[in-house]
């Protein structure tokens, strides 16, 4: 029996082996066999990831009883092409003999740990038919790679550890590839050629665990070193050599170059005579070597060791079954009785094809971690990327294009320097801290251990301690707002360095919601860490931490609310300002934005598309104008004061419909659906609410003379989704302000709420994923930021802008069918009419955060449909 270890799963869960035994290496199809009676012996196993088992044994037990449980302790099927070995008393590193008494060969088993290796390798991995059988064989290349016996040049090395990583890892990420390497070491001297391995990890995109193996046992077995394990010689000259034996001979090593090697097909016998090996080759009249080679080595023990090896490897490889046992001599013995004990390797491949369908599936289960906090503290690194980015281009884009210019008033320059300079020098070092931590915490080779490392309630806890001594700064952000606006109302041309800023790629959005950033950013702070303290159970050591730092996180975002809804609102006016033309005083003081989007109101030429723009003390109206700046035109206003609402599809005669009675005029409009509708009578009632409440009627409404009986020729068009960036269009192909999300609203016929734009601050997600089209084979690795509605696209996280656009009002979320043929787990689609893409996560946690964060949320921003 399995004795349980002091870790929370063994390595054969870790591996995906189920609970029960599997199946005996040197019995097929059989459980391990019955010990014999006796006082049982605890004997410690190192596994090839590096863990220890325990397993329980009878004393009498004879070797193969504990490798058997070893072989059904992971499920390993082709369990034969393994071994167990162990230092001797005579500090020899030999294999356990599996038909002796384990405790006749194991004088101190307390003091003995017995490690499972890869024993004999095939000349091809593709004999190799499972895919477990393959992963320990990429361990065992793993581990001969760091302790320097699998020597190979550069290149392949760099090759081999590229694909390690990916197994381990995952995906290339420019970060996290740099800080792996740091904290795990897979050559002596790695460092020096750390560049190769990081260029060659670029090109795995995609590679699953079990490609990676594949293709590392492809490089290694090319390897002239491959499998070897050298047994110092002298020849008969005295010069150092070193023999080795593989399956096709022996071989003969002169540092770590093959000077030799003699085929099985060519050896008479192998026998040895004190420490002499003697290789008897068969007659060949064209060989001018003698037909005896004779190599000395340390001792006889030595000797004897080597010997058993190439016993074995012969058997293994050249015979069609096991050898049978010699029939015991009457009086006395002659030479050694061991002979190879165990299927030969055509005995495996037999086996494995004819049993197929009884194999123990065998689902990968690396020691990547899967604990959902690390995926929590992953979501926190990838935003935290975002973040920096967005500040920087306040700090360094925005300082650069206007601070040379003598029109930008040097007042503004030096306050938002002064209060967005040392928020971003801030998060420099809480996203360095971060990265190192995320680095020690993932990983293969360490994800196993339980550690102080696996945790991120202290680095959250330390830097939002010190993000409240910029309370200071985070409170001028508003006046840095308004200032910049002030600048831009009394400057022309300030207003046109702002407004050719944003024609930059690297303003991605506009210009600012930059600004409103690290406020933004206390809400994921908060968010995070709730989700963090939700998983774990207050006993665990990370509770403390993540609780204490949620309150810090809590009081500041409570008292720098009032700030933060102001500015949303100001930044929202003023955004609007610029996507409307005819208007003069739409930013006025108490005057606060509710709805926009597309609606159908009722003229005496029938049904016309508009835009309306619910505010609190007015519903205003208009038509796409054919500006270059493609800004929306002003047709008329109604104040909501005295106004009442009436839904009126009988009346009518028009689906979706309802009447809007003002003071001085009424409006029939229809809304796209029942749920648009609904949204806008419960927003323009409760508006109406709020404007009866006030004291008196706010006679400062829009500054227009407008009024509905313009002509306009653009009524019935609608752009393609090419040209509002919905399919592979580069952002350069966008006309200037084509893209925002008034324009989304008109072309895609839907509506979005200061509440929705609320929301989708709080739940903004960054991260890597693969994309693919509809009619596209293969998936495409992005960088991709989902902020203000829309989905951004980039090759990295270093990149500084933006290749391309997808914004998702109107789009739906849903899972593929099986009919799509997607057959990949974590997958999720959006489609809006013809077009349809597919993103692939990397786990089920980051899966839920893109799908469902905002199910239910956006109340009419994104459709979530998902099965």
């Given amino acids: 029996m399995v004795e349980p270890a002091d870790r929370s799963s063994t390595a054969g869960q870790r591996l995906g082996a189920p609970e029960s035994f599997g199946v005996s290496t040197l019995e097929p199809g059989l459980r391990p066999p019955a010990q014999p009676p006796g006082r049982q012996v605890s004997m410690r196993v190192q596994m090839l990831d590096d863990t220890q088992e325990v397993f329980q044994i009878s004393q009498r037990s004879p070797g193969k009883v504990l490798f058997d449980l070893v072989c059904a302790h992971l499920n390993l099927v082709e369990g034969d092409y393994f071994g167990l070995e162990y230092q001797d008393q005579r500090k020899m590193t030999v294999w356990l003999d599996l038909l002796k008494p384990t405790l006749k060969q194991i004088r101190r088993p307390k003091n003995t740990i017995l490690r499972f290796v890869v024993k004999f390798f095939p000349p091809d991995h593709t004999q190799l038919l499972e895919e477990l059988t393959r992963y320990l064989f990429a361990l065992q290349i793993k581990r ?27 995906d290339f990420d420019e970060t996290q590839s740099w800080q792996h390497l740091l904290h795990n070491k897979y050559l002596p001297d790695q460092d020096a050629i750390r560049d190769e391995i990081i260029d060659c990890h670029r090109e795995h995109v995609g ?43 022996v071989l003969v090593f002169q540092g770590n170059t093959k000077i030799n090697s003699f085929n099985w097909s060519k050896i008479r016998k192998l026998s040895f005579k004190r420490k002499r090996f003697l290789i008897k080759l068969r007659a060949d009249p064209t060989n001018a070597h003698h037909d005896t080679l004779e190599f000395a080595m340390a001792s006889r023990d030595c000797c004897k060791v080597f010997w058993k090896i190439c016993v074995e490897y012969h058997a ?68 935290e990327r975002t973040y ?19 029109a930008f008033p040097d007042s503004v320059k030096s306050l938002i320097s002064a209060n967005y300079d040392p928020v971003y020098k801030f998060h420099q070092g809480f996203l360095k801290e971060t990265e190192q931590r995320l680095a020690q915490w993932s990983g293969r080779s360490n994800a196993h251990i339980k550690g102080d490392y696996q945790r991120i309630g202290d680095v959250l806890l330390k830097n939002i301690q010190g993000l409240r001594q910029l309370t200071i700064h985070l409170q001028k952000h508003s006046e840095c707002l308004v200032e910049l606006e002030r600048a831009c109302r009394s400057s022309r041309k300030v207003e046109t360095l702002c407004r050719d800023f944003e024609q930059q790629r690297v303003c991605y959005l506009p210009l600012n919601i930059f600004l409103l950033r690290p406020l933004h950013r206390l809400l994921h702070y908060k968010l995070i860490l709730e989700r963090l303290c939700k998983h774990y159970p207050p006993t665990h050591d990370d509770f403390r931490d993540c609780r204490a730092a949620l309150a810090d996180i809590s009081e500041m975002v409570l008292q720098l609310q009032g700030i933060m809804m102001k500015m949303e609102n100001f930044q929202k006016l003023i955004e609007l300002k610029k996507d409307l033309t005819g208007v003069e005083d739409l930013i006025s003081p108490g005057r606060e934005f509710i709805r926009l989007g597309c609606l159908s109101k009722l ?8 835009m309306f723009f619910l505010f609190s003390d007015c519903l205003v109206y208009t038509s796409r104008g054919m500006t270059p700046s493609n ?80 002509k306009s020729s653009t009524v019935g068009e609608q752009e393609s989704e090419d040209e509002l960036g919905g399919s592979r269009s580069s952002l350069e192909r966008q006309g200037h302000r084509g893209n925002t999300t008034v324009h989304v609203c008109w072309h895609r016929n839907t509506s979005v709420s200061m509440v929705d734009f609320s929301i989708a601050v709080e739940n903004q997600l960054s ?68 077009h349809v893409y597919y993103f692939r996560s990397e786990s089920e946690y980051t899966f839920e955060r893109w799908v469902y964060s905002n199910r239910g949320k956006y109340r009419n921003a994104i459709s979530y449909n998902v099965l």
Avoid at 146 to 169: F, K, P, Y
């Fill in 631 to 710: 800004q929306f035109k002003v047709h008329g206003q109604l104040p909501l004061y005295g106004m009442t609402i009436r839904e009126s599809e009988e009346e009518w005669g028009v689906p979706h419909s309802f009447t809007l009675f003002g003071q001085r005029q009424s409006v029939v409009v229809a809304a796209s659906c029942t749920s648009e509708m609904e949204r806008w009578v419960e927003d323009i009632r409760m508006a109406i609410d709020l404007a009866e409440q006030s004291s008196s009627l706010n006679n400062d409404l829009l500054s227009t003379s407008l009024s509905d009986n313009s």
């Fill in 144 to 170: 001969d790679l760091a302790c320097g016996r699998l020597i190979c040049n550069d290149t392949s090395a760099a090759l081999m550890v590229s694909h390690i990583i990916q197994s381990e890892i995952g």
């Fill in 603 to 610: 003229s005496g030429k029938g049904l016309q598309q508009r």
């Fill in 388 to 406: 920096l980015n967005d500040l920087q281009v306040i700090t360094e884009s925005f300082h650069s294009a206007v601070g040379k210019d003598e």
């Fill in 316 to 383: 293994f490889f050249r015979l069609f079954e096991e050898p049978k046992p010699k029939p015991k001599p009457i009086l006395f013995t002659r030479g050694s009785s061991f002979r190879f004990s165990g299927r030969t390797q055509k005995q495996i491949i037999d086996y494995v094809k004819d049993s197929e369908p009884k194999k123990v599936p065998f689902e990968r289960c690396s020691k990547f971690p899967t604990d959902k906090a690390y995926f929590i503290a992953k979501e926190l690194l990838t935003t």
């Fill in 207 to 249: 590679q699953t665990p079990a490609e990676s193996d594949y293709q590392l046992l492809e490089i290694a077995r090319r390897l002239e070193m491959y499998g070897v394990r050298l047994h110092p010689a002298k020849d008969r000259e005295g010069t150092k050599l070193s023999l080795a034996v593989a399956n096709s001979g």
């Fill in 767 to 834: 991260g890597n994923l693969l994309r693919k089209f509809k009619n596209s084979n293969g998936w495409q690795k992005l960088w991709v930021v989902f902020t203000n509605f829309s989905l951004f696209f980039y090759k990295s996280h270093q990149d500084d802008y933006p290749l391309a656009s997808l914004p998702l009002l109107g789009y739906s979320v849903t899972v593929p069918s099986e009919s799509e043929n997607i057959h990949k787990d974590y997958v999720f689609k959006l489609h809006f009419k013809s």
